[in-house]
């Protein structure tokens, strides 16, 4: 398996930007898609972006599109989440998640296909 740790997350005033880094390790990272996905207090996990392992694809949940951009440099084996126009909603812990299947047409939302996961990092959002 492949092991993640994410960063870069922080406490951001609203409509501001934060990137977040996830760092791989072990299993040829470039052969997975990897996803991104929060958590906030109280609440299940959700998915946030993905993106196929030549970073030719990309998926967004409707809560991302137009502010998130994940993208990846599987030369140094890490995957980026640049957030922008952040809110209060957007407060949670972050987490990184890699793909259990190398090498799929399409990334997806749901947390079954992922089988490494980083310990997260937050992300708070002042008002």
């Known amino acids: 398996q492949v092991q993640l740790v994410e960063s870069g997350g922080g406490l951001v005033q609203t409509g501001g930007s934060l990137r977040l880094s996830c760092a791989g390790s072990g299993r040829t990272f470039s052969d997975y898609a990897m996803g991104w996905f929060r958590q906030a207090p109280e609440k299940e996990r959700e998915f946030v972006a993905a993106?196929?392992?030549?970073?030719?694809?990309?998926n967004y949940a409707d809560s991302a599109k137009g502010r998130f951009t994940i993208s990846r440099d599987n030369a140094k084996n890490t995957v980026y989440l640049q957030m922008s126009s952040l809110s209060p909603e957007d407060t949670a812990v972050y987490y990184c998640a890699a793909d259990r299947s190398p090498r799929r047409a399409l990334s997806s939302r749901y947390e079954r296909n992922y089988i490494s996961w980083g310990q997260g990092t937050q992300v708070t959002v002042s008002s």
């Open positions: 993106i196929i392992w030549n970073g030719g694809s990309t």
